[in-house]
């Protein structure tokens, strides 16, 4: 099926038109016609070579909202007319251990594939995301969404935003009584504060931007700390059970390892282009103090995430563009100039 979309043919270039070629349904495959994409940061590293390993033609995307439009004869949870989702992922091994739990984001058979830049039998040989007009997908990485017509666009964010937050917060026990951090007021960093709130937690939000508190405390935060202000940090030393660090730089962890109780953990879902600075151990051993990480999160509970946001009326804070200004929006995201998350009108494909 030939498909308009927007993509790179290298790292140097600007996105521009092209044509592709999405399969036609298998017997387990769903066609989704694409209404919004959100527009991730990883979309910008990938599609400028930043990280090594693109494949061009490089179509990005991997916070896809749409509507089915086909259904493979074998395919019984979704039919034509339903309003779907796609996450970073559209296969992988389907028998590992991760995979068996639902955990596919750490599947050990050889990987998850991503929904762009992964491989697939299809031409050209590597997946193409979701700033195109439809997409052909694995019946068990479709997502049912039952939010509102109205919030759809609001939504798309949550497929990579919402669920890289959503899933640490679930794991280490987020909820009423508990006190919990977020780092950085961004793309990640408001949906952190949403969900948190929505969960019951108290929510503290850290920020190096005074111009952000007043955002913070209207995003769900009961309190917020600038970060840069030691009187204030001090202030909340051995205090919480959890901190969510949703910055992407290379900065000092200690300042927030000490602000755990013992047998808190500070959890990183962004990796820095270079690396933190060593962590002091002594402040983790006479803590029983930890530092982890956290990947997306399955289908399963992707799935989950979506309900609970439906249910507590939470999307994303976003900012509509046209696909034509797309660069423009990479241009605008590098200076941190978006509140807080871009996300494509895919109708105006056809203008291209």
């Not at 949870?77 to 750490?106: N, P, R, W």
């Not at 039998?121 to 039952?146: C, M, N, R």
């Not at 270079?274 to 997306?296: D, E, K, N, Q, Y």
Request: proline share 5%; hydrophobic share 35%; glycine share 14%.
């Amino acid at each position: 099926m030939a498909t308009k979309a927007y993509g790179a043919t290298a790292g140097d270039k600007p996105l521009e038109p092209m044509d592709i070629t999405r399969r036609e349904p298998g017997p387990h495959d769903v066609q989704i016609d694409i209404a919004y994409c959100g527009v991730c940061h990883s979309d910008l590293h990938q599609v400028r070579g930043e990280w090594g390993g693109t494949l061009y033609p490089c179509v990005p995307g991997h916070e896809i909202v749409g509507h089915v439009t086909a259904v493979g004869g074998e395919v019984t949870k979704f039919k034509v007319g339903d309003t779907v989702g796609v996450g970073c992922m559209v296969d992988s091994c389907q028998h590992c251990a991760s995979c068996d739990e639902g955990l596919e984001q750490y599947c050990t058979g050889g990987g998850f594939v991503g929904t762009y830049n992964g491989p697939t039998a299809d031409a050209p040989g590597h997946t193409l995301g979701g700033y195109s007009q439809a997409i052909t997908v694995s019946d068990k990485f479709v997502l049912k969404i039952s939010h509102p017509e109205e919030q759809l666009a609001a939504v798309a964010p949550l497929l990579c935003a919402g669920i890289t937050t959503y899933s640490p917060l679930r794991h280490w026990g987020v909820g009423p009584g508990k006190k919990v951090g977020i780092v950085g007021i961004g793309g990640l960093g408001h949906m952190g504060v949403k969900i948190a709130h929505a969960m019951g937690a108290h929510v503290i939000a850290f920020t190096t931007s005074e111009s952000k508190r007043a955002d913070a405390t209207v995003l769900g935060a009961d309190e917020v700390i600038n970060s840069r202000n030691g009187e204030e940090m001090a202030a909340h030393a051995g205090s919480f059970d959890m901190i969510l660090n949703t910055v992407a730089a290379s900065h000092d962890l200690d300042a927030f390892t000490g602000l755990l109780k013992r047998d808190g953990t500070l959890v990183l879902v962004g990796v820095p282009e270079h690396p933190h600075p060593s962590p002091s151990v002594g402040t983790l051993i006479f803590g029983r103090r930890a530092i982890a990480g956290s990947l997306i999160g399955g289908i399963a509970e992707t799935q989950e995430m979506l309900d609970f946001c439906a249910e507590k009326g939470v999307t994303a804070d976003i900012e509509m563009i046209r696909i034509q200004q797309i660069d423009e929006a990479y241009d605008r995201m590098q200076r941190s100039d978006v509140k807080y998350r871009f996300v494509i009108d895919n109708a105006t494909l056809v203008e291209s």
